[in-house]
């Protein structure tokens, strides 16, 4: 199976502009989420898509949104973009394995704001 | 509330020794806990996880870590290093089964092998 895959890789924005990044998860996971990974807050959750529905949300602003499409794939958007948006973020797709859930993680799309 | 904390930010070993990488946890309920691996311009693999079963977790590439509850601990312990385990190493605790919004990522800890 592919894993998860996310596009582009890297993206360098202005300060005001705005972002858009992509996630297909691995094929049958219902489940995206996605993280924000800087070097000083570490690793931090945004939020959680299934089956097209926002599930939950982390403490980011409301310039911070996605969607989530009918076959899983999703989207990641930024508004307004400030230079602490600058970060690797992470898209992590999910699956029942025994007792709990994993996450499969894909290889991060290297935002860079000037 | 949960928390997680990695004893050192930075691990240096020569290869063919082990490797010891410390994580406390707080939880207030009985937790999952994993430990991913994350090399250079990569994302986040799994090494292994603990959810209640044996306490003792074996994972991929010679990882193994012990649950102890008495000392709120899951170290990662590898009995010989190789160059190809010089990563970023991540402790994670979860109180929703490893659902996304209930983890908890500890800062990480670089681990260097010298030659």
């Known amino acids: 199976k592919a894993g998860v895959t996310q596009t582009p890789r890297y993206l360098i924005k202005t300060r005001g502009q705005q972002v858009t990044l992509s996630c297909s998860p691995i094929s049958g996971h219902r489940s995206v989420s996605w993280y924000q990974q800087t070097p000083g807050q570490g690793l931090q959750f945004l939020f959680e898509y299934f089956s097209e529905t926002q599930r939950n949300k982390g403490n980011f602003p409301g310039r911070f949104s996605g969607r989530q499409f009918s076959n899983s794939r999703s989207e990641m958007n930024v508004s307004t973009l400030e230079l602490g948006d600058s970060a690797l973020y992470l898209c992590a797709s999910a699956a029942v394995v025994g007792q709990g859930l994993e996450q499969y993680f894909g290889p991060g799309t290297r935002l860079t704001v000037t | 509330a949960q928390s997680v904390t990695q004893l050192d930010s930075h691990v240096s070993v020569s290869e063919g020794t082990p490797v010891l990488l410390r994580c406390n946890y707080s939880?207030?309920?009985?937790?999952?806990l994993f430990w991913y691996v994350q090399h250079p311009n990569k994302g986040l693999q799994l090494l292994l996880k603990?959810?209640?079963?044996?306490?003792l977790v074996k994972g991929i590439n010679g990882f193994e870590a012990e649950f102890k509850k008495s000392e709120t601990s899951f170290h990662l312990t590898k009995p010989s290093a190789h160059m190809s385990d010089a990563a970023e190493y991540f402790c994670v605790v979860s109180v929703s089964g490893g659902g996304a919004d209930g983890l908890t990522f500890g800062k990480g800890t670089h681990l260097i092998i010298q030659p």
């Open positions: 603990y959810t209640s079963a044996a306490t």
């Open positions: 939880s207030s309920y009985s937790p999952s």
